[in-house]
């Protein structure tokens, strides 16, 4: 699994952080998506694909072939 996500996008929600804060944080100043693990761990991965599915501004991309 490849998490990118496209900040221009991003509209500061937080659901990808309430729902994966291993692998999503935000910027303190504006609220942006900042990613903390672009590969993470197959433990994530149920959690990362909630939060895509989540996500109002559809600002994080997700591979499942990596």
Same mark, same amino acid.
Do not use: N, Y
């Given at each position: 699994? /490849?998490?990118?996500?496209?900040? +221009? /996008?991003?509209?500061?929600?937080?659901?990808?952080? $309430? $729902? =994966? #804060?291993?692998?999503?944080?935000? *910027? +303190?100043? +504006?609220?942006?998506?900042? $990613?903390?693990? %672009?590969? #993470? =761990?197959?433990?994530?991965? %149920?959690?990362? *694909?909630? &939060?895509? &599915?989540?996500? #109002? %501004? =559809?600002?994080?991309? $997700?591979?499942?072939?990596?």
């Amino acid at each position: 699994m /490849k998490i990118t996500v496209d900040e +221009d /996008k991003c509209c500061g929600a937080g659901q990808c952080v $309430l $729902l =994966a #804060p291993e692998v999503f944080d935000q *910027r +303190d100043d +504006d609220g942006i998506v900042v $990613l903390l693990d %672009a590969e #993470p =761990a197959v433990e994530q991965h %149920a959690a990362v *694909r909630e &939060a895509v &599915a989540v996500c #109002p %501004a =559809a600002a994080i991309e $997700l591979s499942e072939d990596a």
